[in-house]
């Protein structure tokens, strides 16, 4: 059975990671498993008006801190949202960095599918600079038509609630339909069904490479 014991979740923005695979991480938190956080945009110019610019590094540490996640594991990049692609090179220079100096076994990236052009940068650059772990890509539904759910975690109801309470800590992106507690039940519900275990809910992913 896979077990990793270090895991290392990449969100191009702030929020990404929690709404891609936040229950995983509160399970694997809960199981004593040592998770890291990469974040690589602040989003500042994407934020609503009146906000102050650096509420979305206030508003991701306390959502990772409510998924158990040590302060001490969070890493806050402020690339420009939406300009990815041009600094691709120095991303892919932290990500290597991020590599040597976590080492993890698993580490969770965005679909294959994510037509984002930020998402697109972090899914390809993180293939080639964690050529030794495993490799799971969460799901973002709004911004893929497709999604190929070939590994699931299952989760009990109590870490979909942790994943809806931590994203609730980002007050600034309260208005965006995804995310909502009663989205993010139904999805998991569905991904539950659809694994056809004995949980109710889960959370799926695509994968890319699994080293046991």
């Not at 801190?65 to 990815?84: K, S, Y």
């Not at 993180?126 to 038509?145: C, I």
Request: charged fraction near 20%.
């Amino acid at each position: 059975m896979f077990d990793p014991k270090t895991i290392l979740v990449l969100a191009p923005h702030t929020d990404d990671g929690e709404l891609g695979c936040g229950g995983s991480i509160a399970k694997f938190t809960a199981e004593g498993k040592n998770v890291y956080y990469a974040a690589f945009s602040l989003c500042s110019k994407s934020l609503p008006p009146g906000l102050p610019a650096d509420i979305l590094a206030h508003e991701c540490k306390k959502a990772t801190a409510i998924l158990g996640i040590p302060a001490d594991n969070i890493t806050l990049f402020d690339f420009e949202v939406r300009n990815f692609p041009t600094v691709r090179q120095e991303i892919l220079e932290e990500l290597v960095i991020l590599n040597k100096n976590i080492r993890p076994d698993l580490v969770f990236i965005p679909s294959s599918t994510d037509i984002h052009q930020d998402h697109g940068v972090i899914h390809t650059e993180a293939l080639r600079a964690f050529k030794h772990s495993s490799l799971l890509g969460y799901e973002l539904p709004w911004n893929h038509s497709q999604f190929n759910s070939t590994y699931f975690i299952n989760l009990p109801e109590y870490f979909i609630l942790q994943k809806a309470e931590a994203l609730k800590a980002y007050q600034s992106q309260a208005h965006r339909n995804y995310m909502k507690e009663d989205f993010i039940r139904s999805l998991a519900k569905v991904r539950g069904v659809q694994a056809q275990s004995d949980s109710e809910f889960a959370e799926a992913f695509e994968v890319y490479k699994m080293i046991s």
